[in-house]
């Protein structure tokens, strides 16, 4: 596998081609083409099982104990966010964002990546102190403050209400159009993919079956009737019966 963190050989940020990757003989990626463009929002979407998290892991370099080949290009300046925000439980907020960041002036951004996701003023307080959300805000301060070309966020927002899952999507949009990441969001919700995304695609049998352009306006809205068009047709792509009397799949 070649992987060159340098030189990118076109004008795209990301650039994989036919990665394969499997678990104990089992293919799970199966010849995965995938360019993204500096600062382009993909979400990633497929049935449970279908490998997204494999796909995610593997642009983050953190697969080096799985099989696989292919070739991929990634900027070395990437962060993740996972759904559990993985906070160091003995650093108080502020040091669980900075920490290992270097430059006399790390605490001063770091305050500044608090205060931009809502959180000026909780810096002295431990991660346990938090709300599930809060915490994911630290998560997500810990990933910008590093200004990262590439975020890649595996359901960061799969544990958390409905309503506080609401507010982190209206942060992220802000955040993005304000720091403009590419960024790989691997979900299973659909409209959460619909309504952040610049392009979704679903996985399905191990490669890209569909890679669909979202052509709405920002900020976006649910519920607008072309929202509700791409909703449709991905959930269709995802075989989820739609029919009344269909449980989904
Ligand atoms: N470390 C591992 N060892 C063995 N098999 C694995 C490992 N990691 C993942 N798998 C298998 O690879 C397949 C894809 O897993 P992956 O977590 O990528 O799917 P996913 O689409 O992210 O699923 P979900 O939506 O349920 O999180 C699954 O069948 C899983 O059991």
């Not at 049935?47 to 290009?73: F, Q």
């Not at 959460?192 to 979704?200: G, K, P, T």
Request: proline share 4%.
């Amino acid at each position: 596998m070649a992987t060159d963190v340098g030189g990118l050989k076109n004008s795209g940020l990301v650039h994989a081609r036919d990665l394969h990757r499997g678990f104990d003989g089992r293919a799970v990626l199966q010849g995965i083409d995938l360019d993204i463009a500096r600062g382009e929002f993909v979400a990633l979407l497929g049935r449970s099982g279908s490998g997204k998290s494999t796909l995610l892991r593997a642009l983050a370099e953190l697969d080096y104990d799985v099989p696989g080949s292919g070739e991929l290009e990634v900027p070395a300046n990437r962060a993740v966010v996972f759904q559990d925000s993985r906070l160091l439980p003995w650093a108080r907020v502020l040091d669980n964002v900075v920490l290992g960041l270097a430059g006399r002036d790390a605490k001063e951004r770091g305050r500044q990546a608090l205060a931009e996701v809502g959180l000026a003023g909780r810096e002295r307080a431990w991660p346990k102190e938090l709300s599930g959300g809060e915490q994911q805000r630290v998560a997500l301060a810990r990933s910008l403050v590093r200004e990262p070309d590439l975020l890649l966020a595996d359901e960061p927002f799969g544990a958390l209400d409905a309503l506080t899952r609401i507010k982190m999507h209206v942060l992220l949009q802000e955040l993005c159009a304000k720091h403009r990441p590419a960024v790989l969001l691997v979900t299973h919700d659909v409209d959460e993919a619909v309504l952040l995304a610049d392009r979704v695609l679903v996985l399905q049998e191990g490669r890209i079956a569909v890679d669909q352009r979202i052509d709405l306006a920002r900020p976006r809205r649910h519920r607008e009737p072309a929202f509700n068009e791409y909703r449709e047709l991905l959930l269709e792509s995802l075989g989820v019966d739609r029919e009344p009397t269909g449980v989904p799949a």
